[in-house]
């Protein structure tokens, strides 16, 4: 007669594997050399696939810069030069060059950035994940000529930085921390701290859950041309719902997250842009229309010194208003409206023709998704795509002659053609 066999716990089944293990094999604890694999996979990263970058153009256009290993491996990542033209391998900045004072081993590069004269570097490393992507960590500042490796944001701590960036000019940089902006002087390291109100419910210069998810809006300041002014995002969470998130992976009991969650129907989070000078002072309010708990201020640059471009979509956003705003008065007027009975689409790349007098856009408004040239003091639109297929994106524009060089897919949607036409709608 058989015997039943009783059923062994998980944690009893994985010790009698182990144990067997360890005794056919090497004296070594199976456990640790599994640990260390994890390590080897996770940490050390021995088996990621080679990257591409990031890469940067340089400054004058004519070379790029790339991260890559040290030869041999795993002494670091340096910086390397490529000309655009031949080809021609250098390096741009050695590794030794990345490595902060007392440090054995150079900065892990995510990112990085060169200032418009190309004088420094800006490093963003040891990141961390917020909402989606890894837009908190560290930043360092190289000057290349003799200048040395210079950490930004003073005693602020580890990881806390976010979506800094040169001033035009190079010689300051502005970021966010806490939920307000800073800008640091590179010359001698003085922070003057933009806004002051920045909390757990009130959020300066980067965005809500909602504003990331539906918008990819997350970095939000810009400086503007001259370096004068900062214009940003200040979003109130106050009354918006609370989702709680149980995470029962990392630690032995559960953990929970509380984030502001809107749901559909519910407040969401009361959203203004201001501008505030580089040197602190007080915030001028645009005064966009409408609700702004139930209106999405989905987009903003400058257009000038003194002028920011603003797209604003309604609740349902089947309708987007291009507004511009005075950056000294706060003055906001509507240039254009695009709307649809179902769904409009941002225009993340709004280029500007005529010397600033007109801007291309595209819209599906005719049911294509054609481009048009938009006057800056309002009026309709002009169509320039005159055939039957969507315009997937704008590739240049010449304005000496007179096109605009667009790709599309008119017959197959496996091939994809560059096209080009006539600037002012004059032809096919």
């Not at 050695?94 to 150079?106: E, F, H, I, K, N």
């Not at 806390?160 to 921390?177: E, I």
């Not at 009130?202 to 998810?213: L, P």
């Amino acid at each position: 007669m058989m015997k039943r066999l009783r059923a062994r716990p998980a944690a009893a089944l994985l010790s009698i594997f182990f144990m067997s293990v360890t005794a056919e094999a090497q004296p070594a604890s199976p456990a640790q050399a599994l640990y260390d694999q994890i390590d080897r996979i996770f940490q050390k990263k021995e088996y990621d696939a080679p990257r591409f970058g990031p890469a940067r153009w340089l400054p004058g256009g004519s070379a790029y810069a790339i991260v890559e290993p040290v030869a041999p491996p795993g002494k670091g990542r340096e910086i390397v030069r490529y000309d655009a033209a031949t080809g021609a391998r250098s390096i741009f900045v050695a590794a030794s060059l990345l490595t902060p004072p007392g440090a054995d081993a150079p900065l892990d590069v995510s990112e990085y950035a060169w200032s418009a004269d190309g004088a420094r570097l800006l490093v963003f490393t040891n990141t961390r994940k917020v909402w989606r992507d890894n837009t908190r960590g560290d930043y360092w500042v190289l000057t290349l000529q003799g200048g040395g490796l210079r950490k930004l944001g003073g005693d602020a701590p580890e990881a806390s930085l976010m979506f800094a960036k040169f001033s035009p000019d190079g010689t300051r940089v502005g970021y966010v921390r806490g939920n307000n902006i800073h800008v640091e002087r590179l010359e001698d390291g003085r922070i003057t701290q933009l806004t002051k109100d920045g909390s757990e419910t009130t959020i300066n210069g980067t965005s809500d859950w909602v504003y990331e998810e539906e918008l990819g809006l997350r970095d939000a300041f810009r400086w503007s041309p001259d370096g004068r002014n900062i214009a940003y995002w200040q979003f109130d969470t106050t009354g918006v719902g609370i989702f709680s998130l149980i995470n029962n992976t990392d630690t032995l009991y559960p953990a929970i997250t509380r984030i502001p969650y809107p749901k559909a129907g519910t407040t969401n989070s009361a959203v203004r842009m201001g501008v505030v000078g580089e040197g602190g002072g007080e915030t001028r309010w645009l005064k966009t229309p409408g609700d702004p708990r139930n209106s999405y201020l989905a987009h903003m640059d400058w257009i000038d010194d003194a002028t920011v471009a603003i797209q604003q979509l309604n609740r349902l956003q089947n309708q987007n208003d291009f507004l511009m705003g005075d950056a000294a008065s706060g003055e906001v007027r509507r240039v254009f409206r695009d709307e649809s009975k179902t769904w409009v689409d941002l225009v993340d790349d709004v280029k500007w023709i005529d010397g600033g007098k007109a801007f291309l856009w595209l819209s599906e408004r005719d049911g294509w998704r054609h481009a048009y040239r938009v006057p800056r003091e309002g009026g309709e639109p002009r169509l320039i795509t005159r055939f039957e297929a969507d315009v997937i994106s704008v590739s240049g524009v010449d304005e000496a002659l007179g096109w605009l060089y667009f790709i599309a897919s008119p017959k197959n949607a496996a091939q994809q053609y560059l096209y080009r036409a006539k600037l002012d709608g004059s032809g096919v």
